[in-house]
């Protein structure tokens, strides 16, 4: 069945990071050398959109191994990326 939700990349699922306050949020990063490697659902796992980004304030185009939500300020922190530690 289309329902016209978005479809999250059919490739290895690197990381699942449950938001540490917000229950129905939740990130997934994959594998892969491709631009879509960081996906955000807010409604849980409902929908899901790419959190990449593009250009300049974009992810390059590589694996991201590891995504961490600290409890008591939770910010996207992107470890064990192929281009370092990266904070949004």
């Given at each position: 069945?289309?329902?016209g939700a978005t479809l999250l990349p059919n490739r290895y699922v690197?990381?699942?990071?449950?938001?540490?306050?917000?229950?129905?949020?939740?990130?997934?990063?994959?594998?892969?050398?491709?631009?879509?490697?960081?996906?955000?659902?807010?409604?849980?796992?409902?929908?899901?959109?790419?959190?990449?980004?593009?250009?300049?304030?974009?992810?390059?185009?590589?694996?991201?191994?590891?995504?961490?939500l600290p409890p008591r300020f939770p910010v996207l922190d992107l470890?064990?990326?192929?281009?370092?530690?990266?904070?949004?």
């Open positions: 069945m289309d329902d690197a990381r699942i990071s449950l938001h540490p306050t917000n229950p129905g949020t939740a990130y997934v990063t994959f594998g892969g050398f491709s631009a879509d490697n960081v996906w955000r659902t807010t409604d849980n796992g409902v929908t899901w959109a790419d959190r990449t980004g593009s250009g300049l304030n974009g992810l390059p185009d590589v694996p991201v191994r590891s995504l961490v470890r064990g990326h192929r281009s370092g530690r990266i904070q949004q």
